[in-house]
């Protein structure tokens, strides 16, 4: 079965301590990767997008990175406005371009 | 610069009674969605519409119907509310059904069916 799984459920950092979150996948044939950052009472935004295994992509103070079986997203240098819960989702090129997402991380920076 | 625009955005319903789920995109989107989202789970796709007049069956389908009314617009109906269909809805768009895409979600639905 495919599955998208996310570790932790919910971390809770300082201001300015770094981490990683990360998304497990066991979908055959990973067309695409996503993140996307969820505040309360909103919808997911979207942030990245990873195709291969190696690839990376930043934005601010958050880097996506892939290989074939996970994906992690690190936050460096945290601020309390980074506090959100973080999606992950794999699209297997099922049926058009559907996605399976993970649970999520519910990410708590304090200052 | 609007995106994605779910109307209403909280609705209280009876069991038995039905109701439509409005939304709508301005980025001119081929493909539309709709997801439901619930404590403890992932969102999971409800039905989706690929292109402007075609609409397809996601993980979730039953006791909903929906409708592509235009390349704008995609509504989601509940025919016969059912307490198991208190959820928050979310609507998404992308500019093709093309598995490189990001989808754009709309801020939701909360429907709660007593």
């Known amino acids: 079965e495919d599955q998208v799984t996310q570790s932790p459920e919910a971390l809770r950092l300082q201001e300015g301590e770094s981490s990683s979150l990360n998304c497990s996948y066991t979908v055959s044939g990973l067309r695409g990767l996503f993140w996307y950052r969820q505040d309360p009472g909103k919808g997911p935004e979207f942030l990245f997008t990873l195709y291969s295994a190696g690839e990376e992509k930043e934005k601010e103070r958050l880097k996506a990175t892939l290989t074939k079986k996970e994906s992690f997203l690190h936050i460096t240098a945290p601020k309390p406005e980074d506090s959100a819960t973080y999606l992950c989702a794999v699209n297997y090129g099922g049926s058009q371009g559907n996605l399976i997402f993970g649970k999520g991380t519910k990410l708590s920076v304090k200052p | 610069n609007a995106g994605v625009t779910q109307t209403p955005k909280f609705q209280v319903l009876k069991t038995g009674q039905s109701m439509t789920l409005q939304c709508a995109q301005d980025m001119n989107h081929n493909s539309m969605y709709w997801y439901r989202q619930d404590p403890g789970m992932g969102l999971r796709l409800i039905y989706y519409?690929?292109?402007?007049?075609?609409?397809d069956k996601g993980e979730v389908p039953n006791g909903y119907n929906v409708s592509r009314l235009n390349k704008r617009e995609f509504s989601l109906r509940l025919e016969s509310a059912a307490p198991s269909q208190t959820s928050v809805y979310f609507c998404?768009?992308?500019?093709?059904?093309?598995?490189?895409?990001?989808?754009?979600f709309g801020d939701g639905t909360r429907l709660s069916i007593l």
């Open positions: 998404a768009s992308s500019a093709t059904g093309r598995s490189n895409q990001p989808q754009h």
């Open positions: 519409s690929a292109s402007e007049g075609t609409t």
